[in-house]
């Protein structure tokens, strides 16, 4: 099994900055696609960015496309997400998420583990 842990977020004005890490252990993490996922209340989680497995290609959800960046460190096993430009419609708990093998997939129920989750919160 694979587990991930998100931390970095946290209270950020509108137009400033956060990044968010997920380290993973368990289960190789260099064989995996990654991905970010966000769940404001009362809405369903949604596709965020991913990141195939040797990080040569990623992909991004319209709303955060110019603002947002994902990377990763397979020696460090760890995925980021660097949000810059942030907005209060940003505000929401984030999730990393991982398939195995290495093909992205962008919907929720492609992903085969997931973190517990971190808070951001934007202030306008």
């Known amino acids: 099994q694979a587990q991930l842990v998100e931390s970095g977020g946290g209270l950020a004005q509108a137009g400033g900055s956060l990044r968010l890490s997920c380290v993973a252990s368990g289960r190789t993490f260099s064989n995996n696609a990654m991905a970010w996922f966000r769940q404001a209340p009362g809405k369903e989680r949604e596709f965020v960015a991913a990141i195939n497995w040797g990080g040569s290609n990623t992909y991004y959800a319209d709303s955060v496309k110019g603002r947002f960046t994902i990377s990763r460190d397979n020696v460090k096993n760890t995925v980021y997400l660097q949000m810059n430009s942030l907005k209060p419609e940003d505000t929401a708990v984030y999730y990393c998420?991982?398939?195995?093998?290495?093909?992205?997939?962008?919907?929720?129920?492609?992903?085969?583990?997931w973190g517990k989750g971190t808070q951001v919160t934007v202030s306008s």
């Open positions: 998420a991982g398939r195995w093998g290495g093909v992205v997939v962008t919907t929720t129920g492609g992903m085969n583990f």
